[in-house]
């Protein structure tokens, strides 16, 4: 039997494998995928964000057993860019997830840079698609900060968590890196912690200055205390809420396409790399990168001339870019 058609029999080694193969960019990946892809596009998908810290993955454990106590069925994504260099926040993670590791109706999964961010994005929705065939009702991702790799997945997924915390500074920057604009539900987290009831406030605040028209989603700030499982009910009917609001207002669509266009252009770009360092066995390659460090030429050229020697039409295309 195919890897492919194991995962959909909801084989959990299989799935394991397939994943790993996507991020490895295994051309078995994407043999298999072309059989999944039928049965992808069920499966409700939960980004989780924040700075490093705010309890994500605790609150994410708490909505784990919160989904299970509705008979859901869920996959975890946890995206962690820095563990190359530590390997430790990881390990964080599975533990912190461990009381639901022995469910197996929870299939949780962290996805590791190794150093590269590139296509990152990518794997991570190729794992939720792995997922969403095997039949998980719903898929959480978790992400760190708010680099572009998060910015990304924030906007690939139906509805985003923004978990703050009181106290650590970084909320005002997550704020400032237009995360805030992407949130679709804001968890104030450790509200057993000092300074929780201003950031509320603060964030009420900052939320009513933008105008709302035609009864737009107004992110609702839910207090959780992650450690001690408070709050994860409210924040279960908040997510409810907006899955239910983007189902009237036809937003669900609009977001799977902006899901659909970032994996096509996330594919577009790394084939055409591939096609790059194929060219003459990678010398053609070598030789502009001579030619640019020698200042014949320059980066923006040397790509048109790339371009140039994987469409055979270069002219219109320089043209066009010298306008
Ligand atoms: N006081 C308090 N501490 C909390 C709360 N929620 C989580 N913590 C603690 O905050 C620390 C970080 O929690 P995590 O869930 O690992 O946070 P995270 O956002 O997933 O962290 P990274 O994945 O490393 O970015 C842990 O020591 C938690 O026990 C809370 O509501 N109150
Ligand atoms: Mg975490």
Same mark, same amino acid.
């Given at each position: 039997m195919s890897l492919a058609d194991r995962v959909l029999k909801g084989d959990v080694r299989a799935a394991a494998r397939l994943i790993s193969l996507i991020v490895d960019e295994s051309p078995e990946a994407i043999k298999e995928m072309e059989s999944l892809y039928p049965h992808t596009g069920k499966a409700y998908i939960l980004g989780v964000t924040g700075a490093p810290g705010v309890g994500k993955s605790? +609150? #994410?454990d708490n909505l784990i057993g919160a989904f299970r106590r509705q008979n859901m069925t869920v996959g975890v994504i946890a995206i962690d860019p820095t563990s190359a260099l530590t390997g430790g926040a990881i390990l964080g993670d599975r533990v912190r997830m461990q009381q639901h590791s022995a469910d197996p109706a929870v299939f949780i999964r962290s996805l590791a840079t190794r150093g590269w961010v590139g296509g990152l994005a990518k794997a991570a929705i190729g794992a939720a698609h792995v997922m969403d065939a095997m039949g998980k009702d719903i898929i959480i %991702? /978790? #992400?760190v900060g708010s680099g572009q790799v998060e910015i990304d997945i %924030?906007?690939?997924a139906d509805t985003t968590l923004l978990v703050l915390a009181p106290g650590a500074g970084d909320e005002i920057q997550t704020m400032k890196a237009g !995360? +805030? /604009?992407s949130a679709?539900?804001?968890a104030v987290n450790?509200?057993?912690?000092? &300074?929780a009831d201003r950031l509320k406030a603060d964030l009420a605040l900052m939320l009513s200055m933008k105008a709302r028209p035609g009864g737009e989603w107004l992110p609702p700030i839910v207090p959780t205390e992650a450690v001690n499982d408070k709050g994860t009910d409210e924040l279960v009917v908040s997510i409810s809420k907006h899955r239910e609001y983007l189902k009237n207002s036809g937003g669900m669509p609009l977001r799977r396409r902006e899901r659909a266009k970032l994996e096509l252009l996330e594919s577009v770009e790394s084939l055409i790399k591939d096609m790059v360092h194929e !060219?003459? &066995?990678g010398a053609y390659l070598e030789k502009l990168i001579d030619e640019i460090q020698k200042g014949k030429t320059n980066p923006h050229n040397a790509a048109l001339d790339i371009i140039e020697r994987l469409t055979g039409e270069p002219? /219109? +295309?320089k043209n066009k870019q010298q306008i």
């Amino acid at each position: 039997m195919s890897l492919a058609d194991r995962v959909l029999k909801g084989d959990v080694r299989a799935a394991a494998r397939l994943i790993s193969l996507i991020v490895d960019e295994s051309p078995e990946a994407i043999k298999e995928m072309e059989s999944l892809y039928p049965h992808t596009g069920k499966a409700y998908i939960l980004g989780v964000t924040g700075a490093p810290g705010v309890g994500k993955s605790t +609150l #994410t454990d708490n909505l784990i057993g919160a989904f299970r106590r509705q008979n859901m069925t869920v996959g975890v994504i946890a995206i962690d860019p820095t563990s190359a260099l530590t390997g430790g926040a990881i390990l964080g993670d599975r533990v912190r997830m461990q009381q639901h590791s022995a469910d197996p109706a929870v299939f949780i999964r962290s996805l590791a840079t190794r150093g590269w961010v590139g296509g990152l994005a990518k794997a991570a929705i190729g794992a939720a698609h792995v997922m969403d065939a095997m039949g998980k009702d719903i898929i959480i %991702v /978790e #992400t760190v900060g708010s680099g572009q790799v998060e910015i990304d997945i %924030v906007k690939a997924a139906d509805t985003t968590l923004l978990v703050l915390a009181p106290g650590a500074g970084d909320e005002i920057q997550t704020m400032k890196a237009g !995360i +805030l /604009e992407s949130a679709d539900i804001i968890a104030v987290n450790k509200a057993d912690k000092e &300074g929780a009831d201003r950031l509320k406030a603060d964030l009420a605040l900052m939320l009513s200055m933008k105008a709302r028209p035609g009864g737009e989603w107004l992110p609702p700030i839910v207090p959780t205390e992650a450690v001690n499982d408070k709050g994860t009910d409210e924040l279960v009917v908040s997510i409810s809420k907006h899955r239910e609001y983007l189902k009237n207002s036809g937003g669900m669509p609009l977001r799977r396409r902006e899901r659909a266009k970032l994996e096509l252009l996330e594919s577009v770009e790394s084939l055409i790399k591939d096609m790059v360092h194929e !060219i003459d &066995g990678g010398a053609y390659l070598e030789k502009l990168i001579d030619e640019i460090q020698k200042g014949k030429t320059n980066p923006h050229n040397a790509a048109l001339d790339i371009i140039e020697r994987l469409t055979g039409e270069p002219g /219109e +295309l320089k043209n066009k870019q010298q306008i």
